[in-house]
Nanobody, 117 residues
Framework: QVQLVESGGGLVQPGGALRLSCAASRIIVSRSDMGWYRQAPGKERELVANITSGGSTNYADSVKGRFSISRDNGKNTVYLQMNSLKPEDTAVYYC???????????WGQGTQVTVSS
C-alpha cells in the first residue's frame, strides 16, 4: 500500500519559515507528478505547489515567490520550503501524487502549519 508521510509542521510567527517533508513508499517520486496541498478550516483542499516527473514546478499565486517545492530522489522524499509565512497559510498540509489527488485517493495524515503571533 502506498504511504505518504508528511512532517515538519508546527507553530511559527508571521514572517517565519518551515520546511515540510513528505516521505513516500511504494511510489517513486522522481517518476511521478507530486503536489503539496493544504486545507484550512472550513475551506476545500487546494493545490499549493507541484513538481512534475521532469522537474518542472508550479505554484499557486498565493504562495508564488515564498514557497519552493523540491525532491530528493535518493531519499524518495518531496519537500516544501515555506518562507515569509502569513496567517492565511495556516492549514493542514498534505502531499500526494497529482493523479491520486484528482481521484481523492491515498491521502496521508497531513501536517499542521499554524502561523500566528
Amino acid at each position: 500500500q502506498v504511504q505518504l508521510v508528511e512532517s515538519g509542521g508546527g507553530l511559527v510567527q508571521p514572517g517565519g519559515a518551515l520546511r515540510l517533508s513528505c516521505a513516500a513508499s511504494r511510489i517513486i517520486v522522481s517518476r511521478s507528478d507530486m503536489g503539496w496541498y493544504r486545507q484550512a478550516p472550513g475551506k476545500e483542499r487546494e493545490l499549493v505547489a507541484n513538481i512534475t516527473s521532469g522537474g518542472s514546478t508550479n505554484y499557486a499565486d498565493s504562495v508564488k515567490g515564498r514557497f519552493s517545492i523540491s525532491r530528493d530522489n535518493g531519499k524518495n522524499t518531496v519537500y516544501l520550503q515555506m518562507n515569509s509565512l502569513k496567517p492565511e497559510d495556516t492549514a493542514v498540509y498534505y502531499c500526494n501524487a497529482v493523479g491520486w489527488a484528482r481521484n481523492n485517493q491515498n491521502w496521508g495524515q497531513g501536517t499542521q502549519v499554524t502561523v500566528s503571533s
